[in-house]
């Protein structure tokens, strides 16, 4: 078959199509009424390959690749309740606070994504580098319990590890802008820890991204065409997803979470059927590669789900890039000693990859004998990076909780 007849029939039939495409033998059905949740190991790691290895079948070309790629996107936004998208209202951004320290400074900032609700982040901005500077959206994924104050040092935003690499892509020559997950870090103490566990966590952490690339691309010097994301483990979540509905991504590296078989373990990942549907099933190496061809670094280690993505989801990533003719615009670098965490060497990963395609200077990040050196990022402690204080407190009409936020998002859909 030709491939106008070929798409023809595709777009004809697709919701049959898809369903029967994506039960290849092996795999559980999908359920007979109810959301289509595929939480945590849903598979096992034999059956995301056959999986990814049916997809490849089924979509051999980029034109067959795409037309899928287009529905999977429309199945994810609806299940994020996301659709239509909602209107962007004033942003009302606050920065303030501002340190310097060596190469770069920090601000405290909060944005609101929607009316009444405050995003809370860092903005980490280089000293040397001269406009236009390329923007880095840094995600975080999930921490142990809070249970005492000095706990919020090593939590969230705020830990030496999302300082670590803020400080230095700044020191690179990026903007970068690191923001708390829904109801963690200072968000936490809004809304409390057990809010994040509401299935709203995943609309709002996708949709605070989105808001996130908005202010960051209103801000005086920044390059809208050079915007990169980076997190680790549920952060990796939020960076392959924005990537797959954002094109303003230009560059992207989830960080230990891009699995075939493994859909995410918390509300904020997998709450919802954004993989699957009566008429789609995608996994996350599948959404991932929705970034082709932009750049895409998978960095993934042997002590998780990401232990197999030399042999199967990078296979899979470099194929749908061989579509595009854009096979060295991904990269998989794979630590298989390490495990679940965005340490040094990851860092280093993804310092190389965004200097080579954010065009940063790598140097600034690097020691006399051209190894990567963090000596120069200062760590602070948490209560020194919150944006509200006993002193600036939260506005008296912020939103504090989920299901009000929920129904103001609503809202800004009619």
């Known amino acids: 078959m030709k491939y106008p007849a070929l798409l023809a029939s595709l777009l004809a039939a697709l919701p049959a199509f898809a369903a029967v495409a994506w039960n290849p033998p092996g795999l559980p059905p999908p ?3 109810g959301p289509a949740l595929t939480q945590g190991a849903y598979l096992k790691p034999e059956q995301g390959k056959a999986m990814l290895d049916a997809a490849l079948a089924q979509f051999p070309d980029r034109a067959a690749w795409e037309t899928y790629g287009a529905h999977v996107r429309i199945r994810m936004q609806d299940a994020l309740n996301l659709s239509p998208w909602p209107k962007r209202t004033p942003l009302n951004a606050v920065i303030r606070d501002r340190r310097t320290y060596d190469g770069y400074s920090v601000e ?16 980490y901005r280089p000293l040397a580098a001269k406009p236009p500077y390329a923007a880095v959206l840094s995600t975080h994924g999930h921490y142990r319990k809070i249970e ?19 400080a230095m892509l700044a020191r690179m020559g990026a903007v970068v802008f690191s923001i708390d997950m829904f109801a963690a870090g200072e968000s936490m103490a809004f809304f409390g820890q057990e809010a994040h566990k509401q299935t709203v966590a995943l609309t709002l952490q996708t949709w605070n991204a989105m808001r996130a690339v908005d202010f960051l691309t209103s801000l005086e010097g920044v390059d809208a065409g050079r915007v990169a ?26 960080v230990v979470m891009v699995s075939s078989y493994f859909f995410g373990g918390c509300a904020c990942e997998s709450g919802l059927p954004i993989h699957r549907s009566a008429d789609h099933f995608a996994n996350n190496a599948m959404i991932a590669a929705l970034a082709a061809p932009r750049p895409l670094l998978l960095v993934s280690d042997g002590k998780d789900w990401t232990a197999h993505n030399p042999q199967i989801e990078f296979p899979f990533v470099q194929k749908i890039y061989g579509y595009y003719g854009a096979a060295d615009r991904t990269a998989n670098v794979h630590l298989p000693d390490e495990g679940h ?27 006399a004998a051209g190894a990567i050196d963090e000596s120069r990022a200062t760590i602070e402690k948490s209560a020194r990076l919150r944006v509200f204080t006993a002193d600036f407190p939260i506005p008296a009409s912020a939103l504090h909780d989920g299901a009000a936020i929920e129904k103001r998002l609503r809202e800004l859909q009619k």
């Open 31 to 33: 359920p007979a009424a």
């Open 108 to 123: 405290n900032v909060a944005f609101e994504s929607i009316p009444g609700y405050y995003v809370t982040g860092n903005l």
């Open 148 to 166: 005492k104050p000095e706990d919020y040092d090593a939590h969230a935003r705020f830990s030496p590890t999302m300082q670590s690499r803020c």
């Open 229 to 254: 994301v980076s997190g680790e483990s549920g952060g990796g979540t939020q960076s392959f997803l924005l990537t797959a509905l954002d094109p303003r991504i230009a560059v992207s590296a989830p």
């Open 341 to 367: 965490d965005y340490g040094p060497s990851k860092r280093a990963a993804v310092y190389r990859f965004f200097a080579q395609h954010l065009k940063l200077d790598l140097a600034a990040a690097q020691n």
